[in-house]
C-alpha cells in the first residue's frame, strides 16, 4: 500500500506529465536534429570529401569464399568507415545541441532582464521585481528615519 501512496503523490506531483513531456519533446527534437545532420550538414560534408561514403570504408581482414556462386565463408572486414561517420553525426549533433540551447538560455535571460521591453517578462519575475523594487524604498526610508532620529 505504500508503493502505492508513493506512485500516487509522483503522479500527482506532475513530476510524471513533465518526463512524459520532456520523452515527447526529445523525440520530436530528435527528428529534427536527425534531418538536419543528414540532409542539411552531411551533404555539403560529402561535397568536400568528392563523395565519399564512409560507412562502406573497410580494412578486409579476409575475403569472402566463393565457389559455384555460393559463399561458403564470409568476408571478415574492420568496418572504421561507419565508425567515422558516427562521430561526425555525434560532432555535428552536440555542436547543433549546443548551439539550439545557447540560443534558449539568451531568450530566458532577455525575457527575465525586466528592462527589456522587447520580450514579454514572466510575471514571477515582474513581482520579484516588484517585491526587490518595495524593499529597497522601505529600507531607504528606514534609515533616513534613523538619521533623523
Same mark, same amino acid.
Given at each position: ?9 509522483? $503522479?500527482?506531483?506532475? *513530476?510524471?506529465?513533465? =518526463? /512524459?513531456?520532456? @520523452?515527447? !519533446? +526529445? ?24 563523395g ?11 575475403? $569472402?569464399?566463393?565457389? *559455384?556462386?555460393?559463399? =561458403? /565463408?564470409?568476408? @571478415?572486414? !574492420? +568496418? ?35 528592462k ?8 514571477? =519575475?515582474?513581482?520579484?521585481?516588484k !517585491? ?18
Open positions: 500500500m505504500k508503493l502505492i501512496k508513493e506512485f500516487k503523490e509522483f $503522479a500527482v506531483k506532475g *513530476n510524471m506529465i513533465d =518526463i /512524459a513531456i520532456g @520523452v515527447i !519533446i +526529445g523525440a520530436s527534437f530528435n527528428k529534427v536534429i536527425d534531418v538536419l545532420v543528414k540532409q542539411i550538414m552531411m551533404p555539403p560534408l560529402s561535397m568536400l570529401t568528392n565519399i561514403n564512409f560507412s562502406e570504408k573497410r580494412i578486409i581482414l579476409n575475403d $569472402a569464399i566463393i565457389e *559455384n556462386g555460393e559463399e =561458403i /565463408a564470409k568476408e @571478415v572486414a !574492420i +568496418g572504421y568507415g561507419l565508425f567515422i561517420e558516427t562521430i561526425l553525426d555525434f560532432t555535428i549533433i552536440a555542436a547543433t545541441v549546443f548551439l539550439v540551447v545557447r540560443a534558449m538560455n539568451r531568450l530566458k535571460r532577455r525575457a527575465q532582464n525586466t527589456d521591453t522587447t520580450v514579454e517578462t514572466p510575471k514571477e =519575475i515582474e513581482i520579484l521585481t !517585491i526587490s523594487d518595495l524593499i529597497e524604498a522601505q529600507n531607504s526610508f528606514l534609515k533616513k528615519q534613523r538619521k533623523s532620529a
